[in-house]
């Protein structure tokens, strides 16, 4: 069956500018996360959400950064005003429900000139 | 604050070599550890997932042993394939956190032939 996909799997911008990424979970999870991933490092916690609701958002690391997920399935990642230091792989991940194994997508590379 | 720290950073063996990963953590409440591998340009994929009651799991050439006492992990691959360079990464699961999951910095490996 299909897994996590997301698009763009490539983002070039200027610096300033605003972006959205975009997950598609697998069919069926409840569960969706977004991380961000810098080179030669572990992925980075972003953001949870069970259903439509961000159960956690704690790891957002300032308010230019914001996702939805208005119907409980596809999600957004936006991103206001970005800077160089923007610059990585977002990666997302579903599960069937919280606390179960997260399945990952490629990931978007975004690289903010 | 939660920390899963790996070593080494990078690593280059040579094609039917043996070799082995360490990954320690300080999470605690422990849930869970995973081993996850992350080829290049795409999203991690889990190898291993151990309770803190397991001490080794093995899936194919992957060995994975985890001693909850010490908070230490490790991934022994047997046989390396030129397919197994890759970054190799270790996650563990905070059982305070909900689906709070802390990601080490990984391991590159790479095979040579």
């Known amino acids: 069956g299909a897994g996590v996909s997301q698009t763009p799997s490539n983002k070039v911008t200027e610096k300033g500018k605003y972006v959205e990424l975009r997950c598609d979970p697998i069919?069926?999870?409840?569960?969706l996360y977004w991380y961000r991933q810098s080179l030669g490092q572990g992925p980075e916690f972003l953001i949870y959400f069970q259903g439509t609701g961000a159960a956690d958002d704690s790891g957002l690391p300032n308010d230019r950064f914001f996702a939805v997920r208005p119907e409980g399935s596809v999600s957004t990642l936006k991103i206001q005003r970005t800077e160089r230091g923007d610059s990585a792989v977002y990666l997302c991940a579903s599960s069937p429900q919280p606390g179960s194994e997260q399945y990952f997508g490629p990931g978007t590379r975004l690289t903010v000139t | 604050k939660n920390q899963v720290e790996q070593s080494p950073q990078s690593l280059i063996i040579l094609e039917g070599k043996n070799c082995t990963l360490q990954c320690n953590y300080t999470v605690s409440p422990f849930s869970n550890l995973r081993w996850y591998k992350q080829d290049t340009g795409r999203g991690p994929v889990s190898l291993t997932i151990?309770?803190?009651?397991?001490n080794t799991k093995s899936n194919g050439r992957y060995t994975a042993t985890l001693d909850a006492d010490t908070k230490q992990s490790s991934l022994h691959i047997t046989a390396s394939q030129l397919s197994d360079s890759a970054s190799y990464i270790c996650v563990v699961r905070d059982n305070n956190a909900g689906n709070m999951l802390t990601f080490g910095g990984g391991t590159r490996l790479m095979v040579k032939p």
């Open positions: 069919s069926g999870h409840t569960a």
């Open positions: 151990m309770t803190f009651s397991e």
